[in-house]
């Protein structure tokens, strides 16, 4: 279902309050001291704890005892988790509103799909094994999608209808095709049951190395497109006589959204929720001006990324519960509530 948010648009082209300006500054300060104190308690807490001055000790002295050790390990665990959750969060948003749709998500253009169905392939026929060969394979095939789906969609006559039947059509054939591999191959699925629930404990500084160049490139890419992003969300008719290059725009909002979701899903397996929830949650408080959904969302996502990562570390000890099972179990209750405030607010 798509939503036309033309009039919830409209009220917000004439400029903010000043009140309402320092209030949305200062919910982002706040959200960002929340981000350090989850970071932090990612850091500490695990199958060993460790105190508030070992984990500073760890990531400002170097003198090799077994806490630093701890800690030089879970702090690339904990960066992962933060660039992964602001990509995340960030395509959400740019989907979102290229789609006109408060309920779209990373996976409805098949991205998630084609980065899963691309390692599968990697795995199962081309005997790749290690971490460092998946994050390439996921990537081009998350981004060989995202073409595809562009191409499906009518390219430059796309729209947002068009481009989200593409997308469903195409996760749909590639998901089937994921499953028929892993039946056929007992040790794809072996390997492969690990990448697909999503996790972050496999992180290492080569993989952030591999995927930062690509994050940054989307994040830039998306906050620069926040104000085109504004005038196509109010309809194209409103977008054309506002001065907006619709096709441009869309071009570029999928490539920005197929380059974070990629790089993502390549470096920790598809993790479901947070690309949709929190530019969902932010909005009811932000308003529709993705000038401030899209840094409240690269804030926030990586809050509820590293809180449920940290979550799952600690329920199954002395294991652990993968991330992207967490905030499945998190993310859709609570996204059902927000659903459900919304209609009845509608009323």
Not at 51 to 64: I, N, R
Not at 105 to 124: E, Q
Not at 253 to 268: D, H, I, N, P, R
Not at 332 to 341: C, D, E, N, S
Request: aromatic content about 6%; some cysteine.
């Amino acid at each position: 279902m798509l939503v036309d948010s033309v009039p919830e648009q409209r009220a917000e082209t004439a400029p903010a309050p000043p009140r309402r300006l320092a209030l949305r500054s200062v919910g982002l300060l706040a959200s960002a001291a929340l981000l350090l104190l989850v970071a932090l308690a990612s850091i500490a807490v695990g199958a060993k704890e460790l105190s508030v001055a070992q984990v500073l000790h760890g990531l400002f002295e170097d003198s090799g005892t077994y806490a630093d050790v701890v800690v030089d390990e879970r702090l690339s665990r904990t960066v992962l988790g933060l660039l992964v959750g602001a990509a995340l969060g960030l395509s959400g948003a740019v989907l979102q509103a290229l789609t006109r749709n408060p309920l779209a998500d990373p996976g409805l253009l098949g991205i998630n799909a084609g980065a899963s169905a691309a390692v599968v392939t990697a795995i199962t026929f081309l005997g790749v094994t290690s971490l460092d060969g998946y994050v390439w394979f996921a990537f081009f095939g998350a981004a060989a999608v995202g073409a595809l789906v562009w191409f499906l969609g009518g390219s430059r006559g796309a729209t947002p209808v068009r481009l989200a039947l593409a997308g469903t059509a195409i996760s749909a054939a590639l998901y089937g095709y994921l499953q028929a591999v892993m039946i056929m191959d007992d040790a794809a699925l072996a390997r492969m049951r690990f990448w697909t629930v999503g996790s972050l404990s496999s992180a290492t500084d080569g993989t952030i190395r591999q995927v930062l160049p690509f994050l940054v490139v989307g994040t830039l890419l998306s906050f620069a497109l926040a104000r085109p992003l504004n005038a196509v969300a109010m309809g194209d008719d409103t977008a054309k006589a506002l001065g907006a290059n619709l096709n441009r725009t869309r071009a570029l909002s999928m490539l920005a959204a197929t380059v974070l979701c990629g790089a993502a899903t390549a470096a920790c397996g598809p993790i479901v929720f947070v690309g949709l929830m929190v530019p969902h949650a932010v909005r009811s408080f932000t308003g529709p001006d993705l000038r401030w959904i899209m840094p409240y969302a690269a804030v926030l996502s990586p809050v509820l990324l590293l809180g449920s990562d940290v979550l799952g570390r600690v329920v199954a000890r002395p294991s652990e519960v993968q991330v992207g099972i967490i905030t499945a179990l998190v993310g859709g209750p609570v996204f059902i509530f927000l659903v459900r405030r919304r209609r009845t607010a509608q009323l």
